[in-house]
């Protein structure tokens, strides 16, 4: 298993501003996720962040919105710039090891835009 | 297409009795995996239970287990024995290609279940 540590879990901020959200992991992994869950909705990938690349971004979603950075194997963050109400949300980092079947998700970011 | 399939938006079960959540996927990749996560009012995701495309038998952990219909293309979740901390947000997600590869998560919609006395 892995322990996914995220920070912070909640935060209210105002429009405009922007926000990192961090995902720390006790282990070293290949692969970390980035998912979003719009209020009353199913979970949608925003990005796949490998280390020493660019992250790779889903349709719909921009890096110029959603910065990620990934410099090493067991960290990675993701910026929410120039906030909007639209983007209050969870977001939810997510490993997968290689041996492994399971998918493991740190324990959300809820964010208020106001 | 809709890749997962939740059609129901919400379930009642008695305390003590068991219910099942459907999941109905589509894919054209042989190898995939089916996951279901409970998602209490906190929001993290608590995995549940994980079935491999190629797995003869239903995968079962402890109160749950899962009805894997291959040809029809079904996975659905069957909880025993409900208890009042069942109550949450229940999510099917799929993953096509082999297990490790990074190939993402794709989720239903979700069923949320409430437990009652």
């Known amino acids: 298993s892995a322990v996914i540590s995220q920070k912070p879990s909640r935060d209210i901020c105002q429009r405009g501003t922007s926000l990192t959200i961090q995902c720390q992991v006790d282990?070293?992994?290949?692969?970390m996720f980035w998912y979003r869950q719009q209020p009353g909705q199913s979970l949608t990938l925003i990005a796949t962040?490998?280390?020493?690349?660019?992250?790779?971004?889903e349709s719909g979603f921009v890096i110029d919105k959603f910065p990620i950075s990934r410099p090493n194997l067991t960290f990675s963050t993701l910026t929410v710039s120039n906030m909007s109400p639209e983007d209050s949300s969870i977001y939810l980092c997510?490993?997968?090891?290689?041996?492994?079947?399971?998918?493991?998700f740190g324990q959300g970011t809820r964010l208020t835009v106001v | 297409a809709q890749k997962i399939t939740q059609t129901q938006p919400g379930m009642f079960v008695q305390e003590k009795e068991a219910v099942t959540l459907d999941c109905t996927y589509d894919?054209?990749?042989?190898?995939?995996?089916l996951f279901w996560y409970k998602q209490p009012s906190s929001g993290e995701m608590i995995f549940l239970i994980y079935q491999g495309s190629y797995d003869q038998q239903n995968a079962t952990e402890g109160r749950y287990s899962l009805n894997f219909q291959k040809a029809r293309k079904s996975a659905n979740l069957v909880i025993s024995a409900s208890q009042l901390g069942d109550s949450a947000m229940y999510f099917c997600a799929m993953r096509e290609g082999q297990s490790g590869g990074g190939n993402k998560l794709t989720f239903g919609t979700g069923t949320q279940l409430k437990v009652e006395l």
């Open positions: 282990s070293q992994v290949t692969m």
């Open positions: 894919t054209s990749d042989p190898s995939y995996g």
């Open positions: 997510s490993v997968e090891f290689p041996a492994n079947t399971e998918a493991f």
């Open positions: 962040a490998n280390q020493g690349s660019e992250a790779t971004y």
